[in-house]
């Protein structure tokens, strides 16, 4: 059995490793079924015998004892796809393997553990997408609930939405079950206390405590909703999906990554906002379409570069690369080159981007754009798209090879740790015939390319560059990043030191290199 990555990649400069974590007053749920006559666990009448005193707390053993009830630990049995190790595939040895099929692909047993909580009497509980999601092909089998007092209830999925990281499951117990609400995430402060209650590593019933060190913290990874509240509450692999509580007891965020160059918390932790969260999990529940404004641009923040090229204030507005043809934005008037610094009336920044803003416009309306072109405000009027499925967007601008929209130009943007970069010390990405022509190969040349080099790791100490080729890997021929991640694995159970890997410098010929496994 295998415990899975439970937590969502954030890029940023060390790399946030994701196992962390998954408007209006006060954000309450309304389920739309009879909730009876439990009380929430974090209800006011409730809180009020609980609460800290204002300031320095002396124990968050009485809030503790009211809210843990309501958190719930999360497990999942997948199966998942993996590739055939059998060195005599296709021979007539192969059947010693216990593998008649040679080589294909096969399925394994895996598991996820993250942390969740119940928001209904009826038992809804909230998540994070990616710990009921199952890694690659695989699929979830099933999905089990165990509460704090050790009971365990198999789950149903009631909804997910990939690009927030939410997800709504469902348990039926025959009786009123512990719950608490969501709270309103702005009234949120630096400075302020909060506890998070979760089951890192498979240890549920965790509590820790911290403050909140920023909100609408902006962590660089993009999308629609990289917007969330730091904390340096201690927050590690499992915590995933669990909440995040203020001082009345009031969900204001659910734990969803932390930023640490070491894989353990470091004290840097994210959520996500209650006030982001609330209306997804409402329409989850009440099994609606997330629908989110798209505008069609290619953007960059206004950095200082740009900034000072500009003539512009840093941090003010968002740069525009390139506009998507017949989009939103080419319709309204938008070009490549203008820096949007407004979107219906609200200000373009750093803890407001332009993907947050345009995601939470209905599709459909109609906002005005205020922008900067040539040194001149002007503003127009743009007619919000529907925002494309993930894997769409991944293929949106495919047809510009300009040098700006070459993603080998760009320096890499450094994530978690994945299982590559762990044991050679180099981080790859996919070789595209565009990126081949850049590194001087033919167009049809496979392989993975090499983007980052740990130079304390063998392979760096034996001089591998970013642009390095990765064409083969004791002896099998790598196309992917899951061939080199197998062979890899197939090295390790063979008890190898070292893989042979067989690379293509920029502009030489191939040659091959044994790199010492970490």
């Known amino acids: 059995m295998e415990e899975s990555k439970d937590v969502k990649p954030v890029r940023y400069a060390y790399g946030l490793t994701t196992a962390l974590l998954l408007g209006g007053a006060t954000l309450s749920l309304a389920t739309g079924y009879p909730a009876g006559a439990q009380v929430a666990q974090n209800e006011a009448?409730?809180?009020?015998?609980?609460?800290?005193?204002?300031?320095?707390?002396?124990?968050?053993?009485?809030?503790?004892?009211?809210?843990?009830?309501?958190?719930?630990?999360?497990?999942?049995?997948?199966?998942?796809?993996?590739?055939?190790?059998?060195?005599?595939?296709?021979?007539?040895?192969?059947?010693?393997?216990?593998?008649?099929?040679?080589?294909?692909?096969?399925?394994?047993?895996?598991?996820?553990?993250?942390?969740?909580?119940?928001?209904?009497?009826?038992?809804?509980?909230?998540?994070?997408?990616?710990?009921?999601?199952?890694?690659?092909?695989?699929?979830?089998?099933?999905?089990?609930?165990?509460?704090?007092?050790?009971?365990?209830?198999?789950?149903?999925?009631?909804?997910?939405?990939?690009?927030?990281?939410?997800?709504?499951?469902?348990?039926?117990?025959?009786?009123?079950?512990?719950?608490?609400?969501?709270?309103?995430?702005?009234?949120?402060?630096?400075?302020?206390?909060?506890?998070?209650?979760?089951?890192?590593?498979?240890?549920?019933?965790?509590?820790?405590?911290?403050?909140?060190?920023?909100?609408?913290?902006?962590?660089?990874?993009?999308?629609?909703?990289?917007?969330?509240?730091?904390?340096?509450?201690?927050?590690?692999?499992?915590?995933?999906?669990g909440p995040m509580f203020d001082m009345n007891g009031q969900v204001i965020g659910i734990n969803n990554a932390i930023f640490s160059p070491t894989g353990g918390s470091v004290g840097i932790g994210f959520a996500i906002p209650a006030e982001t969260a609330a209306p997804i999990v409402q329409k989850l529940i009440k099994g609606e379409a997330i629908e989110r404004g798209y505008l069609g641009v290619r953007i960059q923040p206004l950095n200082d570069d740009l900034a000072d090229s500009l003539g512009l204030e840093r941090n003010k507005g968002e740069f525009i690369q390139a506009v998507e043809p017949d989009g939103a934005a080419a319709k309204a008037g938008i070009k490549a080159g203008d820096v949007i610094v407004k979107v219906d009336g609200k200000e373009v920044s750093k803890d407001q981007t332009l993907s947050y803003l345009i995601a939470n416009i209905e599709p459909g309306s109609r906002v005005p754009v205020e922008l900067i072109r040539n040194g001149r405000k002007t503003t127009l009027t743009a007619t919000v798209d529907k925002r494309p499925t993930e894997d769409q967007l991944a293929q949106s601008f495919s047809q510009d090879d300009s040098d700006d929209d070459n993603p080998f130009n760009n320096p890499p943007a450094q994530q978690e740790q994945g299982y590559i970069e762990k044991a050679l010390g180099l981080s790859v990405t996919e070789l595209t015939p565009q990126i081949a022509r850049q590194l001087g190969a033919s167009d049809n040349t496979k392989g993975v390319v090499v983007v980052a080099v740990d130079p304390s790791s063998d392979a760096g100490q034996k001089g591998f560059s970013r642009g390095f080729i990765i064409l083969n890997a004791n002896g099998r021929d790598v196309s992917s990043e899951a061939d080199l991640e197998a062979a890899i694995k197939a090295a390790k159970a063979d008890d190898r030191a070292a893989v042979l890997l067989r690379v293509q410098p920029r502009g030489q010929s191939p040659i091959f290199v044994p790199v010492r496994l970490r």
């Open 45 to 241: 009448s409730q809180m009020s015998k609980v609460v800290p005193r204002t300031g320095a707390p002396g124990s968050f053993a009485d809030l503790t004892e009211q809210l843990a009830p309501a958190v719930v630990n999360i497990s999942t049995r997948q199966r998942i796809q993996v590739r055939s190790n059998n060195p005599f595939a296709g021979t007539p040895f192969e059947g010693l393997f216990g593998n008649p099929r040679g080589g294909g692909p096969q399925t394994r047993e895996a598991q996820s553990l993250g942390s969740g909580f119940i928001i209904s009497a009826d038992g809804y509980v909230v998540t994070n997408n990616h710990v009921i999601t199952a890694e690659g092909k695989g699929e979830v089998e099933s999905i089990t609930i165990t509460m704090a007092n050790g009971d365990e209830y198999p789950a149903k999925l009631v909804g997910k939405d990939a690009a927030s990281d939410l997800a709504v499951l469902k348990i039926n117990a025959g009786k009123d079950m512990p719950f608490v609400k969501f709270g309103d995430s702005r009234d949120a402060r630096v400075g302020d206390w909060i506890i998070a209650i979760g089951n890192p590593f498979g240890l549920g019933g965790t509590v820790t405590s911290g403050i909140i060190s920023a909100v609408y913290r902006n962590t660089g990874a993009g999308g629609a909703y990289d917007r969330y509240l730091q904390t340096d509450a201690a927050i590690n692999r499992g915590n995933s999906g």
